[in-house]
T-cell receptor, first 116, second 112 residues
Framework: AQTVTQSQPEMSVQEAETVTLSCTYDTSESDYYLFWYKQPPSRQMILVIRQEAYKQQNATENRFSVNFQKAAKSFSLKISDSQLGDAAMYFCAYRSLIKYGNKLVFGAGTILRVKS | EAQVTQNPRYLITVTGKKLTVTCSQNMNHEYMSWYRQDPGLGLRQIYYSMNVEVTDKGDVPEGYKVSRKEKRNFPLILESPSPNQTSLYFC???????????FGQGTRLTVV
């Protein structure tokens, strides 16, 4: 079964600085998606960025970018120019492209605190 | 506006009293699922549905039921809630089983 590990329960960053959140996963599959979701205090789950495993190019969305290392099974999220509104819980998630049911497998989450 | 709507957002109930959490999506998505979120565990899938009348168990299905009679609706039923079902619940939908999921606002359930 696939597993997703986020080894940083909490991270802090100064406003306007850059922070990187770590995520590793375990799978024997070659085709899958990886996602980062943001959960602010409102509890809403918001998609931040997604990466298709067959694409070598790292995905970027404005201030958010990923470092996808397929061989190492690593998928870190970099937030540049951090803003107070970035403070939230961040979840890394894996989705198989092969298995029936195709559930999202989530990590335990990383709480990001942004200091002004 | 494209969205997934869950109700209620907060619910406190007593052990054994049947309850239903509703979920509706307006995006014509085929795939819908329910997750529960617990501290330190992330989100875990309870049940999912690939289409109307097609449902199957996820990782933590015990104590829950679902139905998918219409494409847009996917209610979660707790026939006899117990305190260990106190959790934050999310309904999610996606166009297919491969694409990103859109989540409802969450339902905070407390069973006393």
């Amino acid at each position: 079964a696939q597993t997703v590990t986020q080894s940083q329960p909490e991270m802090s960053v100064q406003e306007a600085e850059t922070v990187t959140l770590s995520c590793t996963y375990d799978t024997s599959e070659s085709d899958y998606y990886l996602f980062w979701y943001k959960q602010p205090p409102s509890r809403q789950m918001i998609l931040v960025i997604r990466q298709e495993a067959y694409k070598q190019q790292n995905a970027t969305e404005n201030r958010f970018s990923v470092n996808f290392q397929k061989a190492a099974k690593s998928f870190s999220l970099k937030i540049s120019d951090s803003q107070l509104g970035d403070a939230a819980m961040y979840f890394c998630a894996y989705r198989s492209l092969i298995k029936y049911g195709n559930k999202l497998v989530f990590g335990a989450g990383t709480i990001l605190r942004v200091k002004s | 506006e494209a969205q997934v709507t869950q109700n209620p957002r907060y619910l406190i109930t007593v052990t054994g009293k049947k309850l239903t959490v509703t979920c509706s999506q307006n995006m014509n998505h085929e795939y819908m699922s329910w997750y529960r979120q617990d501290p330190g565990l992330g989100l875990r899938q309870i049940y999912y549905s690939m289409n109307v009348e097609v449902t199957d168990k996820g990782d933590v299905p015990e104590g829950y039921k679902v139905s998918r009679k219409e494409k847009r609706n996917f209610p979660l039923i707790l026939e006899s809630p117990s305190p260990n079902q106190t959790s934050l619940y999310f309904c999610a939908s996606s166009l297919t089983g491969h694409t990103e999921a859109f989540f409802g606002q969450g339902t905070r359930l407390t069973v006393v």
